[in-house]
């Protein structure tokens, strides 16, 4: 994550050394109470800034080699689950590489050796037999069960044992062959290869031409991978669960040294936090009912589900920078950092177009066509704020000026009064105050977006998303995409993790 997505927040930090507040401000109902909101990332006062864990121990190369694999498979079965855009790539090699030099060295000899082989008198086929034969087990590689009379086809016409006869009796024809290949490949490809097998045809070098053969079957063996994952994801969903946590349990106890702590601290003390905060006497009765901890009979007990969903929204506030992840969040790590962006910059927005609006006559934000347009202008002069190089008071100078240009050209057009130099003064100036995290509109915008995703987060993805609250709705859009991606996150780890979890707050929270 950039450093300057949370930039003013770690700046104001540097300035106490004192106990940071809470992240029950940013999600407590009334807007008076944003005061106490937290600070990104910041420990409870109760707790120590970093965990204790077991001294470390020396690990063999195949005890870490084997681990990593562990590791590996779990992330990918990870990614799969989580992932409805995951697509398997062709291995694209640097141009400058040290693999891409040999592998084209390689390359080049083999077919060099290959157009000898044929230019010879008579020709020797032994290498181009090889290749038929490799083409043979791919194309029958790409069949399903049922295709049984496109397997006697393929089986039938590259009969190796066949061809090495015709080959030894000089009747072999190659341009033959490949012709029945390409046909195959037609047959066989994605809609997409159409086009690349179709260039085959026109290829009449026979070297050139099987080079070009194997190009394409490469593409067709990525296109059938990315089949086979898209047809099994529906299982592979039912099965994830289990694995991951099988697998995790399994690193924890073979090799907790080397990819986590022993005793998972830094899920215990995130977790711990959380509870913590939400036993705070200040923020008791200011905080939305999460799980029914807030509304339950006895006050000062909270249900599991609360403190879980409580510490989901902190990482939406984590300084990435200076603490470490939970460890059983750390494959999803990089999504919560998108995602804490994406809010940064909604939260922005939100509070350039609330102030936008209120300066403006009533009837300006009820055009629909005027407010999208102005949310779309802010959106792009927004787009980079996840880059070392943006800087976000420029940003909203900018944003200010352009502004002030559509509100009094959108005013002229209806018959309003445009804004007299000193309200756009007022204007620019307003805006250009959301730079600061301490600004009120900022704050109560961070707030109720919070608070909006707590609620649905609270709801169990069950139910219609709930009513966003004021002053959201220019936002509406952009913000319930986040909380789909945000709860279908949480949802899944909770599945598979909910047994450590229970298991430290069963302690915690009894302790408390």
């Keep these: 994550m950039s450093e300057n997505l949370d930039q003013s927040n770690i700046n104001e930090a540097g300035k106490s050394n004192d106990s940071e507040q809470d992240l029950g401000g940013a999600v407590e109902g009334s807007d ?17 800034q970093r965990p204790h864990s077991s001294p470390p121990r020396f690990v063999t190369v195949e005890e870490l080699l084997e681990t990593a694999k562990g590791v590996t498979n779990m992330a990918l079965a990870h990614e799969i689950a989580v992932n409805g855009e995951f697509r398997i790539k062709p291995v694209e090699l640097p141009e400058d590489s040290l693999e891409k030099r040999v592998k084209d060295i390689v390359h080049k000899a083999f077919w060099d050796c290959l157009s000898t082989q044929l230019s010879e008198d008579p020709p020797t086929y032994d290498h181009a037999i090889k290749l038929v034969g490799e083409i043979k087990q791919t194309l029958l590689s790409f069949l399903l069960p049922g295709h049984t009379r496109l397997r006697n086809q393929i089986t039938e016409v590259l009969d190796l044992d066949l061809i090495k006869q015709e080959a030894e009796n000089g009747a072999l024809d190659i341009s033959k062959l490949a012709e029945f290949i390409i046909g195959m490949m037609g047959t066989l490809c994605a809609p997409a290869r159409d086009e690349e097998v179709k260039k085959l045809k026109d290829i009449k070098e026979i070297v050139p031409l099987f080079r070009a053969i194997f190009s394409v079957l490469d593409l067709m063996k990525v296109d059938m991978a990315n089949f086979a994952v898209t047809s099994i994801r529906p299982h592979l969903m039912q099965q994830s669960v289990e694995y991951e946590r099988k697998k995790f349990q399994e690193l924890l106890e073979k090799q907790p040294i080397v990819f986590f702590t022993d005793s998972l601290d830094f899920v215990t003390q995130w977790l711990e936090e959380a509870s913590d905060d939400l036993m705070n006497q200040k923020y008791k009765n200011s905080l939305p009912a999460a799980g029914g901890a807030a509304g339950s009979g006895d006050a000062t007990m909270l249900s599991p589900v609360a403190v879980q969903n409580y510490a989901y929204l902190k990482l939406l506030k984590w300084d990435h920078l200076q603490r470490p992840f939970p460890e059983t969040v750390l494959m999803d790590q990089s999504r919560f950092q998108e995602l804490q962006l994406q809010l940064e910059q909604l939260t922005i ?10 300066m403006a006559a009533p009837g300006i934000s009820s055009q629909a066509d005027f407010a999208e347009k102005l949310k779309m202008i802010v959106k792009i002069l927004l787009t980079d704020m996840h880059l070392p190089s943006f800087h976000l008071k420029d940003a909203l100078t900018t944003i ?3 502004v002030c240009v559509e509100v009094s050209s959108c005013l002229s057009l209806c018959g309003f009064t445009p804004f007299t130099t000193d309200q756009e003064t007022v204007l620019k100036g307003q805006i250009q105050a959301v730079a600061s995290p301490e600004d009120p509109i900022r704050r109560i915008m961070d707030s109720r977006i919070l608070t909006f995703l707590e609620t649905y987060l609270a709801s169990g993805h069950q139910k219609p998303f709930p009513t966003v609250p004021g002053g959201l709705g220019p936002i509406q859009k952009e913000l319930e995409e986040v909380a789909v991606k ?12 909910s047994p450590y979890y229970d298991a430290i707050l069963s302690k915690s929270l009894v302790r408390s």
């Design 400 to 402: 200010g000026e352009k």
């Design 349 to 358: 927005l939100g509070a350039v177009l609330l102030v936008t609006f209120n």
């Design 32 to 48: 008076e109470a944003l005061e106490k909101r937290i600070k990104p990332g910041s420990p409870s006062p109760q707790r120590v």
């Design 486 to 497: 945000f709860v279908r996150l949480v949802n899944y780890n909770k599945m598979v993790f």
